[in-house]
């Protein structure tokens, strides 16, 4: 087959007609657990500051070293598009004075990121997400609160067997140390790791437990643990946060090597995924932590923060094997049918008068035949059909049809919209 000239960018795909109602779906959900749980929208640019992400997520990971869109503009500054959400909120937060409002500050997003990464099933250069975050409170609660919203919004969205996996990456009292450890183990054991993982020996180890590499995966299986060299403020929140999924029977898998990709977490990490072998292709379905040290590194004033993000792509290949239930809006109970050019002009005129007074019309303006008109007003159950003919279009009248009965009326046409509407109410 031919390949036509021009396609979508290479992992960037088109979210189609049909595909518009999980998208739909999952919107409608998330803005429900943001009003429950009191979370507030948000929304930045698509472009920022490219320095924005190379301090906030850090200069040593895939994201910043290998996938982000960056350009010069004309005036010679650096922007790229947004890899992830949770920089720029920080920024918004920082810029807009936002911790002089009553903290916390409980955030929500949904929309497009982007990241040149190497195209496979589940992972795309443009890509969906929504995320939560909350900002100004450092208490255990909150890490549970956000994994909570995501848990309980995969769960309504039908997904069965979900896995969070927890781990704590301490702070910064007790993380330089635990590097030391690991840098230590690695290094003796350096020839069996890949090249790339012979730099993050060098630049950061805790980057080698993150490596997809199977010889270094054998390597990591074996490493020190973070949970064992927590300091004690970072000890007493993870036992916290523990107990409090304990509470809530929220299921939970410690896992000991979980490092997540962006250098700014502090303390709890976690990423969802499902349990199943699609599951288990498409990878993380929510990934997030805590960034206490987040707002400090962009330059504000020392706040915690936590919060995840959720791609929505993968949920919505998961999505396709469950049998979910969408809420569709009803068909139109009036349809207006046409011949003849003044007819449709006469028609343009009726549909703005039906949408003024919100009254949903069906129409098929670009079709002529009559026959064809009316066997569609039939086919979505319309109750009535409004014909402008060629005569009543001259004549200044609109016949109404009664599609149950059959039965059909001439009413002049300033006061068709009137009758349908007491119509309507019988
Ligand atoms: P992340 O783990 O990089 O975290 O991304 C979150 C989720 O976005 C992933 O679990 C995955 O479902 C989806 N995702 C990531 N990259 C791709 C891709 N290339 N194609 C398709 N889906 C993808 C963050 O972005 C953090 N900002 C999350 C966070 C919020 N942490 C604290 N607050």
Request: some cysteine; hydrophobic content about 35%; glycine content about 8%.
């Amino acid at each position: 087959m031919k390949k036509n000239k021009f396609q979508s960018p290479t992992g960037m795909h088109d979210i189609l007609p049909e595909d518009q109602k999980y998208f739909r779906k999952i919107y409608e959900l998330c803005e429900e657990m943001a009003n429950f749980y009191e979370f507030e929208r948000i929304e930045t640019p698509i472009l920022e500051d490219t320095e924005l992400f190379s301090r906030g997520v850090g200069i040593g990971t895939d994201i910043v070293e290998k996938q982000m869109f960056t350009f010069k503009t004309r005036g010679g500054d650096y922007l790229t598009l947004r890899p992830e959400g949770t920089a720029p909120i920080v920024r918004a937060y920082i810029e807009h004075g936002m911790q002089n409002l009553p903290q916390p500050l409980k955030l929500w997003y949904f929309g497009p990121y982007f990241r040149a990464e190497r195209p496979q099933f589940g992972r795309y250069r443009q890509f969906w997400q929504f995320g939560f975050e909350t900002i100004g409170e450092e208490g255990p609660v909150i890490d549970v609160q956000i994994i909570q919203v995501f848990y309980n919004l995969l769960k309504e969205l039908k997904f069965k067997n979900l896995v969070v996996a927890l781990n704590s990456i301490g702070c910064s009292q007790c993380r330089p140390y635990f590097k030391k450890i690991l840098a230590s183990y690695f290094r003796n054991r350096e020839s069996s790791l890949c090249a790339d993982c012979g730099r993050r020996l060098r630049e950061n180890p805790l980057r080698i437990l993150d490596c997809k590499e199977e010889k270094c995966q054998m390597v990591v299986s074996q490493a020190p643990q973070m949970l064992d060299h927590l300091c004690e403020s970072c000890h007493r929140h993870f036992k916290e946060v523990l107990e409090f999924f304990d509470d809530l029977s929220l299921p939970y898998a410690l896992s000991p090597y979980l490092v997540r990709g962006l250098d700014y977490y502090t303390k709890t990490v976690f990423e969802i995924s499902e349990d199943s072998e699609e599951g288990k292709k498409v990878g993380a379905l929510t990934g997030g932590g805590r960034y206490d040290n987040l707002a400090r590194i962009l330059g504000g004033k020392p706040t915690p923060g936590c919060g995840g993000a959720s791609g929505i792509e993968r949920i919505l290949i998961l999505m396709k094997g469950k049998k979910l239930r969408f809420s569709q809006s009803p068909f139109p109970k009036i349809f207006l049918a046409q011949l003849g050019d003044l007819a449709k002009r006469k028609s343009l005129i009726l549909v703005e008068e039906f949408r003024k007074i919100r009254i949903p019309v069906s129409e098929s303006l670009g079709r002529d035949s009559l026959k064809a008109q009316l066997n569609r007003a039939n086919r979505i159950g319309a109750k009535f059909a409004l014909i402008l003919g060629q005569k009543e279009a001259l004549e200044g009248s609109v016949i109404i049809k009664d599609m149950e009965t059959g039965r059909q009326d001439l009413v002049k046409f300033e006061k068709a919209v009137e009758e349908m509407k007491k119509r309507l109410k019988k």
